[in-house]
Nanobody, 124 residues
Framework: QVQLVESGGGLVQAGGSLRLSCATS????????MGWFRQAPGKEREFVGG????????RYADSVKGRFTISRDNAKNTMYLQMNNLKPEDTAVYYC?????????????????WGQGTQVTVSS
């Protein structure tokens, strides 16, 4: 069982930056591939990015590529999402997620565990 807790969301102006954190419980954090998803009002949950169990492999949605960076610190049981050059269309609730295995998937159906979400609002 893995518990995920996101933090770091908030209100920021367009062009600004935020760093989200996802803290996990348990001693097996390095056994899980991790991902970030987001959901805006009235829209489906969408893949933002994923990171492999070791951290060596990452993938991003085209909409955030070059602006967002995912990283993880297995010693601290924590994953991060650095978000730069934020745009109003990035406004959403951001969710941290985990799945047993080496690699991430872009569909939410493959993930076993989810955090409660953190709100990110980007003003124009």
């Amino acid at each position: 069982q893995v518990q995920l807790v996101e933090s770091g969301g908030g209100l920021v102006q367009a062009g600004g930056s935020l760093r989200l954190s996802c803290a996990t419980s348990g001693r097996t954090f390095s056994s899980y591939a991790m991902g970030w998803f987001r959901q805006a009002p009235g829209k489906e949950r969408e893949f933002v990015g994923g990171i492999s169990r070791s951290g060596e492999s990452t993938r991003y949605a085209d909409s955030v590529k070059g602006r967002f960076t995912i990283s993880r610190d297995n010693a601290k049981n924590t994953m991060y999402l650095q978000m730069n050059n934020l745009k109003p269309e990035d406004t959403a609730v951001y969710y941290c997620t985990a799945r047993s295995g080496t690699f991430y998937y872009t569909s939410p159906v493959w993930y076993n565990y989810w955090g409660q979400g953190t709100q990110v609002t980007v003003s124009s």
